[in-house]
């Protein structure tokens, strides 16, 4: 029983390993491309839009509220990449009925890896906001001997987003793989729709978490403008 697509290994020479985790995040990826691609080559400002343009409008119709019941403001500034974090998520989960698959968001590297790219985009998000003094300051917030749990803070969270999307996402491979070998076949096929379930669930808080992450970074930005203004009016 294979717990981990790092486990699945379709070719190997030498050092180099072609495991189940690289090959399904290309796959993952080709499919995002080629759907974008399908979608966005024959967009149309007419009345009658395509099926596929109208899906994709509300794709991100959908991101930009989520993300705007975050941040109030500026949503389209953080679509790109708390929207692609989660269409990855929600694919690779997604396909985990197909014969075969093995979702790459059950492997330890690939949920360190999206969760590293959060830990690297609350800076710059931050420093993009507010500067890198203004950025930094909130590390000896609200005192300097705050320092070293703030950035104990910053690391222990990336450690619980990637533990939480491997976790959840493995051990619901590994519940159904157990049910196929001791009872028939329905039982198992119930978990497959629970497990999809699950799946996209930790897809939208993995992306609502990320993007708390990066909203607190720039909150003071925000509420220092919005200060301004008011005292401008």
């Not at 691609?37 to 991100?60: G, I, K, Y």
């Not at 929600?90 to 059950?106: A, D, M, W």
């Not at 998000?125 to 001997?145: Q, T, V």
């Not at 590994?174 to 096929?189: E, K, Q, R, T």
């Amino acid at each position: 029983m294979d717990i981990s697509p790092d486990s699945i290994v379709y070719w190997q020479w030498g050092p180099i390993t072609l495991n189940a985790t690289i090959v399904f995040t290309w796959v993952i990826m080709l499919i995002l491309i080629g759907i974008s691609w399908m979608v966005t080559r024959n967009l149309s400002e007419d009345a009658s839009l395509s099926r596929w343009q109208n899906f994709l409008e509300a794709v991100v119709s959908t991101i930009k509220g989520q993300i705007k019941d975050v941040v109030h403001s500026g949503a389209e500034e953080y679509l790109p990449f708390i929207g692609t974090l989660f269409l990855f998520i929600s694919l690779s989960n997604f396909l985990i009925f197909v014969p075969g698959y093995h979702p790459p968001t059950g492997s330890i590297y690939t949920a360190g890896g999206l969760a590293i790219c959060v830990f690297f985009a609350v800076p710059v998000y931050g420093i993009a906001k507010r500067g890198i003094w203004g950025y930094l300051k909130h590390y000896i917030s609200p005192s300097p001997f705050m320092l070293p749990f703030n950035i104990i803070g910053e690391f222990s969270r990336t450690l619980s987003l990637a533990i939480r999307l491997f976790g959840n996402i493995m051990s619901g491979s590994l519940i159904v793989a157990i049910l196929l070998s001791i009872v028939p076949l329905f039982v198992p096929v119930v978990m497959e729709i629970l497990g999809l379930l699950i799946g996209q669930i930790q897809a939208y808080i993995f992306a609502v978490l990320a993007m708390v992450y990066i909203a607190s970074a720039t909150r003071s930005h925000e509420k220092q403008e919005a200060k301004t203004n008011n005292s401008d009016k």
